[in-house]
């Protein structure tokens, strides 16, 4: 039995990390069993960060990592239909939207005109997650964001560089259907557990607007979350 770890739910969302809901958007879209644990403590992760998952015996950790194990020990067919250009366009988007996570935590931990309803949601979202637990998370948040690069911007400069992330993804979009057709592959999970994790968030922040403005967008993210 597949065990996904990762951080607890908010909003309605299985997961209010990016990369977890991408994890559960693709499990539940490719139909396979499992049982979800959701956890704050890393440290008993691979490589100390969250999602991951137990497969039988195997720990597997990193998103990308764990759809390609999963892709290989059940013969999953989502992505065969895709070709080397498609093949391309989900690596860089891929890439684009680990970019875009580091401005959409940076939204929430360190903007301090959302992190107070933030923190809020936080605490209420469930008996382990406490006040002390979620300063002490801010001010590693803090020292990531540092060391990365974007703790060093002022929050209109760290909004530009995911604001037009989430431009391009518009673009890129159809106006209905899924990434690359009227069937999903692993990059509509992908792109789901970012743009759902703004877009069905009871928080008002720049990147919600301007996903909320974009058509395409939403679309995406109805569909994903219809066929889930």
Same mark, same amino acid.
């Given at each position: 039995?597949?065990?996904?770890?990762?951080?607890? +739910?908010?909003?309605?969302?299985?997961?209010?990390? =990016?990369?977890?809901?991408?994890?559960?958007?693709?499990?539940?879209?490719?139909?396979?069993?499992?049982?979800?644990?959701?956890?704050?403590?890393?440290?008993?992760? =691979?490589? &100390?960060?969250?999602?991951?998952?137990?497969?039988?015996?195997?720990?597997?950790?990193?998103?990308?990592?764990?759809?390609?194990?999963?892709?290989?020990?059940?013969?999953?067919?989502?992505?065969?239909?895709?070709?080397?250009?498609?093949?391309?366009?989900?690596?860089?988007?891929?890439?684009?939207?680990?970019?875009?996570?580091?401005?959409?935590?940076?939204?929430?931990?360190?903007?301090?005109?959302?992190?107070?309803?933030?923190?809020?949601?936080?605490?209420?979202?469930?008996?382990?997650?406490?006040?002390?637990?979620?300063?002490?998370?801010?001010?590693?948040?803090?020292?990531?964001?540092?060391?990365? &690069?974007?703790?060093?911007? +002022?929050?209109?400069?760290?909004?530009?560089?995911?604001?037009?992330?989430?431009?391009?993804?518009?673009?890129?979009?159809?106006?209905?259907?899924?990434?690359?057709?009227?069937?999903?592959?692993?990059?509509?999970?992908?792109?789901?557990?970012?743009?759902?994790?703004?877009?069905?968030?009871?928080?008002?922040?720049?990147?919600?607007?301007?996903?909320?403005?974009?058509?395409?967008?939403?679309?995406?993210?109805?569909?994903?979350?219809?066929?889930?």
């Amino acid at each position: 039995m597949i065990t996904l770890y990762s951080y607890p +739910e908010l909003f309605g969302l299985p997961d209010n990390n =990016p990369y977890g809901l991408k994890i559960f958007a693709f499990l539940r879209l490719v139909k396979l069993p499992f049982t979800h644990e959701h956890i704050l403590d890393a440290s008993q992760a =691979p490589r &100390g960060q969250l999602p991951y998952i137990t497969d039988g015996a195997e720990t597997v950790g990193d998103s990308d990592t764990i759809i390609a194990h999963l892709t290989k020990a059940y013969g999953l067919t989502i992505d065969d239909g895709l070709t080397m250009a498609h093949r391309d366009t989900r690596h860089l988007v891929g890439r684009m939207l680990d970019n875009l996570y580091w401005v959409m935590s940076y939204s929430r931990w360190k903007d301090p005109a959302v992190w107070p309803a933030f923190k809020s949601a936080l605490l209420k979202s469930g008996p382990g997650v406490t006040a002390a637990a979620l300063e002490a998370a801010q001010a590693f948040n803090f020292q990531r964001y540092h060391f990365q &690069g974007i703790g060093r911007f +002022e929050p209109k400069d760290a909004y530009a560089r995911g604001l037009a992330d989430l431009e391009v993804l518009a673009r890129l979009l159809p106006e209905s259907g899924f990434v690359f057709g009227e069937r999903p592959c692993s990059l509509d999970a992908s792109i789901y557990g970012f743009t759902a994790n703004v877009y069905f968030h009871d928080i008002d922040t720049p990147l919600k607007r301007l996903i909320v403005s974009r058509p395409p967008i939403v679309a995406h993210c109805n569909a994903v979350r219809a066929a889930l």
